[in-house]
């Protein structure tokens, strides 16, 4: 079973080991390894252990919030209120359609650099309510579980023994081990996208 930090840098070192003497399979690289493949999970992972809600405050004449730490990816914005959606659009259309010399209820939003970029310019203060995937909590000693784990270790182990083979340049092993993690992590995707009943974020180009 592998629900927590330390039992999962047990079963990469049992693994390693079975497969490897190398003493460069140490305990203390074991963290490297993971801190990887969580940023690799990150990249490709989206379901909904990862989700996370809550409330922005948008401020009159300002055109920019900055988005929540650890956040990766909008799933949903609402104005609430007047309860209303907020659509994803490209910094192209903003420019196009002339939103950033129009005033209103925000519509539509991108992102630009480590902001929420919303058009038209807010005319008062709003608030909004953003549904959005967040950064897989990094396991250590004080943070030993999260969702992901919980509920996808073997997708996890996989990834870190993907991370760990190409450390060691063992490109065979880390092709096995990329195909596992990959079918997995399309796995994951797929019966989430099946499952929610949500329809996400909107996206806008004209």
Same mark, same amino acid.
Not at 167 to 193: C, H, P, V, W
């Given at each position: ?7 999962? &840098? ?54 920019? %919030? ?36 129009? %005033? ?89 996208? &099946?499952? %929610?009943?949500? &329809? ?7």
């Amino acid at each position: 079973m592998i629900s927590t930090y330390s039992e999962l &840098k047990d079963a990469i070192y049992k693994w390693l080991v079975k497969d490897s003497s190398d003493p460069f399979f140490t305990s203390d690289m074991m963290d490297n390894i993971i801190y990887l493949a969580e940023n690799e999970l990150n990249r490709r992972l989206r379901v909904r252990q990862m989700r996370d809600v809550t409330t922005l405050a948008v401020t009159a004449a300002d055109n920019t %919030t900055v988005i929540p730490t650890g956040f990766i990816e909008a799933y949903s914005l609402y104005l609430n209120s007047p309860v209303q959606e907020v659509q994803s659009a490209s910094a192209g259309f903003f420019t196009r359609n002339g939103m950033y010399l129009q %005033t209103g209820n925000p519509l539509y939003f991108f992102i630009n650099n480590d902001n929420f970029v919303w058009g038209p310019v807010p005319d008062s203060d709003y608030t909004v309510t953003l549904d959005y995937y967040k950064k897989i909590p990094n396991l250590s000693s004080m943070q030993t579980t999260n969702d992901v784990l919980s509920d996808f270790p073997d997708m996890y182990l996989f990834c870190c023994l993907k991370q760990a083979y190409i450390a060691a340049q063992d490109m065979e092993r880390e092709a096995t081990f990329e195909q596992r993690t990959a079918q997995l992590i399309y796995e994951g995707n797929s019966k989430d996208r &099946k499952t %929610t009943s949500a &329809k996400g974020s909107r996206v806008v180009e004209r």
